[in-house]
């Protein structure tokens, strides 16, 4: 069974930066990909951004794209979503997934999410 713990979400002001971390384990259950969703308020939830477990490689939502960085730790088993120039737009829970496919950026192919993490950017 994989399970997720996301942490490192907060307040910060316009402009400033955050790095989430997500802590799995058992992902020797066939886990390819792990992505970042955020879901604001009364909307549904967002892919971020995604990173292949074995090579690294990464892909981000366009309007996150040059502000946010998605890397991993295989020794430690951990994957870091690093925030920079955040926006109250960014304001949102944070989730982390994980996914058996590759090349995925929509939720229901997701097969593990964490609890998530709230992250706030004030104006």
């Known amino acids: 069974q994989v399970q997720l713990v996301e942490s490192g979400g907060g307040l910060v002001q316009t402009g400033g930066s955050l790095r989430l971390s997500c802590a799995a384990s058992g992902l020797n259950f066939g886990i390819n990909t792990m992505g970042w969703f955020r879901q604001a308020p009364e909307k549904e939830r967002e892919f971020v951004g995604r990173i292949t477990w074995s090579g690294g490689t990464t892909f981000y939502t366009d309007s996150v794209k040059g502000r946010f960085t998605i890397s991993r730790n295989n020794a430690k088993n951990t994957v870091y979503l690093q925030m920079n120039s955040l926006k109250p737009a960014d304001t949102a829970v944070y989730y982390c997934?994980?996914?058996?496919?590759?090349?995925?950026?929509?939720?229901?192919?997701?097969?593990?999410w964490g609890q998530g993490t709230q992250v706030t950017v004030s104006s």
């Open positions: 997934a994980a996914s058996r496919s590759r090349g995925v950026s929509t939720a229901r192919f997701y097969d593990y």
